[in-house]
T-cell receptor, first 119, second 115 residues
Framework: AQTVTQSQPEMSVQEAETVTLSCTYD???????LFWYKQPPSRQMILVIR??????QNATENRFSVNFQKAAKSFSLKISDSQLGDTAMYFC????????????????FGKGTLLTVNP | DGGITQSPKYLFRKEGQNVTLSCEQN?????MYWYRQDPGQGLRLIYY???????QKGDIAEGYSVSREKKESFPLTVTSAQKNPTAFYLC??????????????FGQGTRLTVV
């Protein structure tokens, strides 16, 4: 069974600064997807960034980038030039890749990190 | 517009009653999921379904039931056996892991309160 761990329940950062959110996971699969989702106060879940495990290059989306360390099973999210609108809960999530075969493609989430961006 | 719709947004249940939360998607996704969200607990998986007429229990299935008679629909019933049903419920759908378009899309959630 896959597990996802986010060890930072809360974090804060000053506007325009950089912050890194941590995520570790445990799996026996070789190929899988990792995601970061954002949940603002509206509670609507929004995809921030995704990474396929077989791709060594770290994914980037504008101010958001990841540091994917497959051997260490680590998937951290870096937010550069933090903005007030980045204030939200951030969830790390795991899904195995279809190439892994079998069944059980459930999407597993960590407990989340509440990020507050201060003006 | 393509998307995933949950209804109602707010739901009140009396003790001992069953209630059904609706989830509909028009994204042609094979997989659908139900999550429960409580403060400090993240998103916990209740049930998921990868194809029509098939579904699997998640981590906290006790007191819940689902059906998947149509690809577009995945309703969740909270039964009287669920002792602490007050929570925020999220439904999601996704392609089953076929490429870089893989992501889960979420509904806006249903807030269930026992009165």
């Amino acid at each position: 069974a896959q597990t996802v761990t986010q060890s930072q329940p809360e974090m804060s950062v000053q506007e325009a600064e950089t912050v890194t959110l941590s995520c570790t996971y445990d799996t026996s699969e070789n190929n899988y997807y990792l995601f970061w989702y954002k949940q603002p106060p509206s509670r609507q879940m929004i995809l921030v960034i995704r990474q396929e495990a077989y791709k060594q290059q770290n994914a980037t989306e504008n101010r958001f980038s990841v540091n994917f360390q497959k051997a260490a099973k680590s998937f951290s999210l870096k937010i550069s030039d933090s903005q007030l609108g980045d204030t939200a809960m951030y969830f790390c999530a795991f899904m195995k890749h279809r190439s892994s075969g079998g069944s059980n493609y459930k999407l597993t989430f960590g407990k989340g990190t509440l990020l507050t961006v201060n003006p | 517009d393509g998307g995933i719709t949950q209804s109602p947004k707010y739901l009140f249940r009396k003790e001992g009653q069953n209630v059904t939360l609706s989830c509909e998607q028009n994204l042609n996704h094979d997989a659908m999921y139900w999550y429960r969200q409580d403060p400090g607990q993240g998103l916990r998986l209740i049930y998921y379904s990868q194809i029509v007429n098939d579904f699997q229990k998640g981590d906290i299935a006790e007191g819940y039931s689902v059906s998947r008679e149509k690809k577009e629909s995945f309703p969740l019933t909270v039964t009287s056996a669920q002792k602490n049903p007050t929570a925020f419920y999220l439904c999601a759908s996704s392609i089953v892991g076929t490429g870089m378009n893989t992501e889960a899309f979420f509904g806006q959630g249903t807030r269930l309160t026992v009165v």
